[in-house]
């Protein structure tokens, strides 16, 4: 199976659409009380393919987009107790659930990494849900380090 790492074209919109429509459905299973289904916004995903600072890869297999990643370029924020750097945010990552472990996701990671290297960017940084135990798994395998935590209390 040839996968190849690309940066995503007009032409991939639909299929990637298709993916995130799947996507949020896991994670609304994963989180129902944070998160919900949803349509991701084709607006956004243009901006960021437009932008000189973002990018979106997509990982296609036999003419079929079955990964999508969303990569940010940002800054720490601009308090005196805190280093300045430009660092990588890695916004989303996922892959159509027939082509997992198939090493399809660490050729987006892999890409992501090579990314934020030539944008000269300090780190490559990460949310994921507690309950995503596999991704949890996947990104502690690849190299990340819990840096934070998050706790939420209901009030």
Do not use: H
Not at 60 to 86: I, K
Not at 93 to 107: D, F, H, L, T
Request: overall charge negative; proline content about 3%; hydrophobic content about 40%.
């Amino acid at each position: 199976m040839a996968v190849k790492i690309r940066p995503m074209s007009a032409g991939d919109m639909a299929q990637v659409l298709a993916l995130y429509r799947e996507f949020y459905g896991e994670m609304a299973a994963l989180a129902p009380k944070y998160v919900q289904k949803a349509e991701q916004d084709e607006g956004y995903l243009r901006a960021v393919c437009e932008s000189d600072e973002d990018e979106v890869f997509v990982a296609e297999c036999d003419g079929t987009v079955v990964g999508v990643m969303v990569l940010q370029s940002q800054e720490t924020p601009p308090y005196d107790n805190m280093v300045f750097y430009r660092y990588g945010c890695l916004m989303d990552i996922m892959v159509a659930p027939q082509y997992r472990s198939k090493g399809i996701g660490k050729g987006l990671l892999d890409a992501a990494k090579s990314w934020c290297r030539e944008q000269q960017l300090s780190y490559l940084e990460l949310e994921v849900l507690k309950s995503n135990k596999r991704a949890m798994e996947f990104y502690l395998r690849e190299g990340f380090l819990e840096e934070t935590v998050t706790m939420r209390m209901g009030i």
